[in-house]
């Protein structure tokens, strides 16, 4: 069975960074597109950024592009998102998630990722 496990997540002042980590166990995700997602409260979740199989696609929701960026080290089946210049706007439950599809391109949309982690706090203050 596949696990995802986020951490990092924390309190942090606005300008400032954290590092979100995605532990995956189970199965190598090396053929798995990954995603970060956020939901903030009364608002859907909306996808963040994401990273296909290889690293050599990432796609990015506008609002977090120039700031945030996500990695992948398949060895370790770990996936990051290194988020800078935080803005109060970027607080929300963050979730790692998997999309099976041995694609190039990112897909957005939450129904095609079949794995999801329990979600870890960003809690910007201004």
């Known amino acids: 069975q596949v696990q995802l496990v986020e951490s990092g997540g924390g309190l942090v002042q606005a300008g400032g960074s954290l590092r979100l980590s995605c532990a995956v166990s189970?199965?190598?995700?090396?053929?798995?597109?990954m995603g970060w997602f956020r939901q903030a409260p009364g608002k859907e979740r909306e996808f963040v950024a994401g990273?296909?199989?290889?690293?050599?696609?990432?796609n990015y929701v506008d609002s977090v592009k120039g700031r945030f960026t996500i990695s992948r080290d398949n060895a370790k089946n770990t996936v990051y998102l290194q988020m800078n210049s935080l803005k109060s706007e970027d607080t929300a439950i963050y979730y790692c998630?998997?999309?099976?599809?041995?694609?190039?391109?990112?897909?957005?949309?939450?129904?095609?990722?079949?794995?999801w982690g329990q979600g870890t706090q960003v809690t910007v203050s201004s």
């Open positions: 998630a998997a999309d099976p599809a041995y694609a190039r391109v990112v897909r957005t949309t939450p129904t095609f990722y079949n794995y």
């Open positions: 990273i296909n199989w290889s690293g050599g696609s990432r």
């Open positions: 189970g199965r190598t995700l090396s053929t798995y597109t």
